[in-house]
C-alpha cells in the first residue's frame, strides 16, 4: 500500500502567507508566500523529516487541504 501524508494549510492574509497547520508528520512547519510554493517545498522537507527512518525507499503521496477565507462588507439599502 503507498503511504499517504496528509497537510492542512491555511492562508494568514494578515502576514501574506501560506503556512502548515497540520501534518502527518511531526515537526512539519513550512510557510510560503503561495500556496503553489507551499506544494513546492513540502517533498524536501519532508524527506529530511523522515531521513532518520528505516533505509529503504518508499513511494509517498503528500495531499495538501487548504483553507483560505476573504471577507466582502456591503452597504444596505435602507
Same mark, same amino acid.
Given at each position: 500500500?503507498?503511504?499517504?501524508?496528509?497537510?492542512?494549510?491555511?492562508?494568514?492574509?494578515?502576514?501574506g502567507?501560506?503556512?502548515?497547520?497540520?501534518?502527518?508528520? &511531526?515537526?512539519?512547519?513550512?510557510?510560503?508566500?503561495?500556496?503553489?510554493?507551499l506544494?513546492?517545498?513540502?517533498?524536501?522537507?519532508?524527506?529530511?523529516?523522515?531521513?532518520?527512518?528505516?533505509d529503504?525507499?518508499?513511494?509517498?503521496?503528500?495531499?495538501?487541504?487548504? &483553507?483560505?477565507?476573504?471577507?466582502?462588507?456591503?452597504?444596505?439599502?435602507?
Amino acid at each position: 500500500m503507498k503511504r499517504m501524508i496528509v497537510v492542512k494549510a491555511n492562508y494568514d492574509a494578515e502576514a501574506g502567507v501560506w503556512w502548515t497547520e497540520s501534518a502527518d508528520i &511531526h515537526g512539519l512547519r513550512v510557510e510560503a508566500a503561495s500556496l503553489e510554493d507551499l506544494v513546492a517545498r513540502l517533498p524536501n522537507v519532508i524527506e529530511d523529516l523522515l531521513e532518520d527512518g528505516p533505509d529503504r525507499t518508499e513511494d509517498i503521496a503528500i495531499e495538501v487541504i487548504a &483553507h483560505a477565507s476573504t471577507r466582502l462588507s456591503v452597504g444596505l439599502a435602507a
